[in-house]
């Protein structure tokens, strides 16, 4: 710690490295004339900071490119495989545990369907332990060079120990986003968790940096850093599978309220004395779209074949022209058109970007009734500023926004290296530097 308005000399090369990685992971490769032009930093300062990286490993050279009458400049980058991320996806019928490269190139999955147990915490802490430990052993990773394993979850998280220190805004999409860690606390209404200490259950299984978030929220994480969000500092990104969530950005950082429940847009209500929701509530939005309500509601879903595949044929019954299927469809769309005018009303955002499985799956068809919705019931200033579109990073991007989690903290502290429970260092920098 420093006293309040003093920075270390520490502090400020630990800022320098921490600009510069950050530019070169969003926009590189780059040259050192064009980190320099980016960032204001002084050509010696690029000269040593870059130095450090590539003696660090953590950045490398690629390729050169012409310069007006000069030398030609070598780009840099950041190198993908020097340390690697988990992120791990609570889902509704599973828990997905994926191996990433600091580039996000999925090293291997692991898919492991809950049993009868359900959403039991305990059966759910043991499936992402089970799943990190195989997809480590199948790649031969070693763990020290893992920088944090990133848990997406449905319901609430209570962030009760937050990490080792926040870091400037990212200039673009989310701002930075520390873990819940070992203190990370779950209540997750709808999947039956009370205060659930999901933290210190992972922590007895791995010594390994934890980070636990909603899902709704690492997804949009995901879809403002690399998806349909990028480049906008006002967005909601809705997700929208089995449930129904949204992750608020309002001026470049993530809108949590006062214990980081903010974004329950599911649980808004769209009917006052309407159907029964799964959180307990009358008339919840999550209660007429979300992807098991409008299995249910249609009934019509050949048995046994779960909720994507109910959905599926949903939306093939509505292209066949049923027209009980059509109805329902149609009244989806004008349902989350509503909702959105709402989040327009409330929000006033550049973008709404809706993903999740079954958005993905549903936003084509559905996607002109929902704008045409909103436009009918928002106030029409905010409305002529939203765009509404759909999620471009696919079902995966709940693991990808979990693993953002340990990455955002890893760029934040310039390329340090975090440490283990145990105090030992992780995957010391070739300098040791950082560690
Ligand atoms: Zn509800």
């Keep these: 710690m420093t006293a309040r308005g003093k920075k270390t000399v520490r502090d400020l090369r630990r800022g320098s490295r921490s600009t510069l990685l950050r530019r070169l992971y969003f926009d590189g490769p780059l040259s050192r004339q064009e980190l320099g ?43 993908a495989g020097r340390a690697h991320l988990v992120g791990v996806d609570v889902g509704e019928t599973q828990v997905r545990v994926a191996l990433f490269d600091l580039a996000r190139t999925e090293l291997a999955a692991s898919d492991r369907p809950l049993d009868d147990r359900g959403h039991d915490a305990g059966h759910v802490a043991e499936l992402i332990l089970t799943g990190l430990a195989d997809v480590l052993e199948r790649t031969g990773t070693d763990p020290g060079t893992v920088l944090g394993v990133g848990v997406g979850v449905p319901g609430i998280v209570e962030q009760a120990d937050l990490g080792r220190g926040v870091g400037p805004d990212l200039g673009q999409g989310v701002g930075p ?13 709808t999947v039956g968790w009370d205060a659930v200490p999901l933290g210190r259950m992972l922590r007895a299984g791995t010594d390994l940096p934890l980070f636990v978030d909603n899902g709704a929220k690492t997804l949009g994480q995901a879809e403002m850093w690399f998806g349909a969000g990028r480049g906008t500092r006002h967005a909601v990104v809705a997700l929208f599978g089995s449930g129904v969530g949204a992750c608020v950005i309002a001026d470049g950082a993530r809108f949590r ?13 769209v009917h006052v004395g309407g159907r029964r929701c799964r959180c307990g509530a009358r008339g919840c939005l999550e209660a007429y779209v979300g992807a098991e309500a409008l299995v249910a509601r249609w009934g019509a879903a050949p048995p046994g ?9 949903l939306l093939a019954a509505a292209g066949a022209g049923d027209p009980a299927a059509v109805a329902l469809l149609d009244e989806a769309a004008e349902y989350l058109g509503a909702a959105i005018a709402d989040l327009v009303n409330l929000f006033n955002p550049e ?3 809706i993903g999740g499985w079954a958005g993905l799956l549903l936003g084509p068809r559905l996607l002109p ?7 009918e019931y928002a106030l029409r200033f905010p409305r002529e500023q939203t765009e509404i579109v759909l999620g471009t990073l696919g079902p995966a991007a709940v693991t990808v926004g979990a693993a953002t989690l340990p990455l955002s903290d890893f760029l934040d502290s310039g390329g340090e290296f975090p440490r283990r429970a145990d105090g030992a260092a992780v995957g010391a920098g070739a300098t040791g530097r950082w560690t």
Excluded: F, M, Y
């Excluded at 986003?177 to 209404?189: E, F, K, T």
């Design 37 to 79: 032009s980016i960032t204001g930093l002084s050509g010696g300062s690029i000269s040593n900071v870059t130095g450090e990286l590539l003696a660090d490993g953590l950045i490398e050279e690629c390729g050169s490119v012409e310069s007006d009458g000069g030398r030609p400049r070598i780009l840099l980058r950041v190198a």
């Design 177 to 189: 986003d520390l873990g819940g860690g070992a203190g990370a606390v779950v209540h997750g209404q």
């Design 257 to 269: 309220g006062a214990t980081s429940s903010a974004g329950e847009w599911g649980h808004t209500k």
């Design 305 to 313: 074949g779960g909720e994507k595949a109910g959905l599926a044929a």
């Design 351 to 353: 973008r709404i970007v």
């Design 369 to 375: 009734g929902i704008r045409a919705a909103a436009t």
